[in-house]
């Protein structure tokens, strides 16, 4: 059983705020087990206070954001996917932990794992065929197994973040 996740705030946690120009950035840190919210659009003034209240750090691409004195922020200058996460993984020291795939991609709640003898007709047979191992978001009800998706995402983690380079 998978202990509970650190909350932010703590010393065990590093909790994130992405802001509305990296959300395929906040999927992968949520893939990766970190605690990161994403607002398709919230004002900047709304994103430094919930910050401030949780303990969070705010990734940007926004130079304007990134430059206001009263906010934990960390700019991100570049555009792509796997540039943002290895300059996290450096800045931060993140990596591939054993808790990884613990929080649901699209809103960032802890999974639950779940029998698959419950899925019914929630998920193809073939699916319920190939894997054992089941998770489900107690928020959105969103069903996780480790098939593709997961196999893809963490071959491109794993290029990335073990193939760091840190200056």
Not at 5 to 22: E, K, M, R, S, V
Not at 27 to 36: I, N, Q
Not at 94 to 114: A, F, K, M, P, S
Request: hydrophobic share 35%.
């Amino acid at each position: 059983m998978m202990e509970p996740a650190p909350q932010c705030g703590t010393d065990a946690a590093l909790c994130f705020i992405a802001d509305c120009h990296l959300g395929k950035l906040a999927k992968y840190l949520r893939f990766m087990g970190y605690d990161t919210l994403y607002f398709s659009h919230i004002e900047d003034n709304e994103l430094i206070d919930l910050a401030s209240r949780e303990a969070r750090m705010i990734l940007t691409r926004d130079r304007e954001l990134s430059q206001r004195k009263n906010a934990p922020v960390f700019y991100l200058d570049p555009i792509t996917l796997g540039e943002q996460l290895e300059i996290l993984a450096c800045r931060f020291d993140l990596e591939i932990r054993g808790d990884i795939y613990r929080r649901c991609l699209v809103c960032n709640t802890l999974l639950q794992t779940i029998d698959k003898q419950t899925l019914h007709d929630e998920i193809p047979e073939r699916v319920k065929s190939h894997f054992d191992f089941f998770q489900r978001c107690p928020s959105c009800g969103r069903i996780y197994w480790q098939g593709d998706h997961y196999r893809n995402m963490m071959a491109f983690l794993r290029d990335v973040i073990e193939g760091k380079t840190c200056v």
